[in-house]
């Protein structure tokens, strides 16, 4: 069983996987813990589940926060004791990406990626949505070409009731019309439909520039919120990271595991 964690802006998902199945996720804000904090979360966490933390052969780790990461390595040390696998340079991925600055590309949607190439064919489109919306384009050769940042729906429903004074704050929640008839259902419109329209035209605008449709998956805490408006078919599978992190490790690791 390995310790899987994605370490993303707003918060922090464990997993434990078991020859690539999803046995057990928990959640936690993202912030600046000392690795004994985040030992002691993760084994109440896995212990209220029924997971025994002395059942873990390794970790693997996908951080974007880099004030995060040492903190997260070593209490997934003394979790598993043993070192935990980075997800970063000079790790295999079997990915392809054919950015102009591979580096740049954030340890999160390299797993997602690599998840989505073990569940469905290529050329695939994937969308992580959490504070910020990825949207990525594979194409027909497993090659990760590029894609779109955008900002996440709450993240832009925080910039509007920060900065505009009359515009209030409100829950994420998709309202019952897309035509809002008041403020809140309006604000709620352009953050779910809004979000749900610029991700069904990048995957228009993507598809032309390939030059054949695609297979479209998606992933993230928000995306159970906004894919269903999407008018483009899409896979949500919330484990994506998750198996893309498990498949990066046997990649790497898999051959020292114990017996």
Not at 78 to 84: H, P, S, Y
Request: one cysteine or more; proline letters at 4%.
């Amino acid at each position: 069983m390995i310790l899987c964690l994605d370490a993303g802006n707003s918060s922090v998902t464990a997993g434990c996987v078991e020859e690539g199945f999803l046995i057990s996720r928990a959640m936690f804000s993202a912030e600046r813990r000392t690795a004994d904090e985040y030992a002691v979360l993760l084994s109440q966490a896995f212990e209220l589940r029924g997971v025994k933390t002395e059942e873990f052969d390794g970790a693997v780790i996908a951080c974007v926060v880099p004030a995060l990461t040492e903190a997260l390595r070593e209490a997934a040390r003394r979790l598993t004791g043993r070192e935990a696998l980075v997800v970063g340079a000079g790790v295999k991925t079997g990915l392809n990406i054919g950015l102009d600055n591979p580096s740049e590309l954030g340890a999160d949607l390299v797993a997602a990626a690599v998840g989505a190439l073990d569940r469905v064919s290529p050329p695939l489109i994937v969308a992580d949505l959490g504070t910020a919306t990825s949207v990525v384009v594979i194409d027909a050769r497993s090659r990760l070409l590029g894609g779109a940042i955008l900002p996440g729906a709450a993240v832009s429903l925080d910039a509007l009731a920060g900065t505009a004074s009359l515009l209030p704050s409100i829950p994420l929640e998709a309202p019952r019309r897309c035509i809002g008839t008041n403020t809140n259902d309006c604000m709620k419109s352009g953050a779910i439909f809004g979000t749900a329209s610029a991700i069904d035209g990048m995957i228009d605008r993507f598809e032309a520039e390939l030059g054949q449709s695609a297979a479209h998956i998606a992933t993230g805490a928000l995306a159970r919120k906004i894919i269903p408006h999407c008018r483009h078919k899409m896979t949500v599978d919330d484990t994506l990271t998750m198996r893309g992190l498990y498949k990066i490790w046997e990649k790497n690791l898999r051959p020292a595991r114990r017996a």
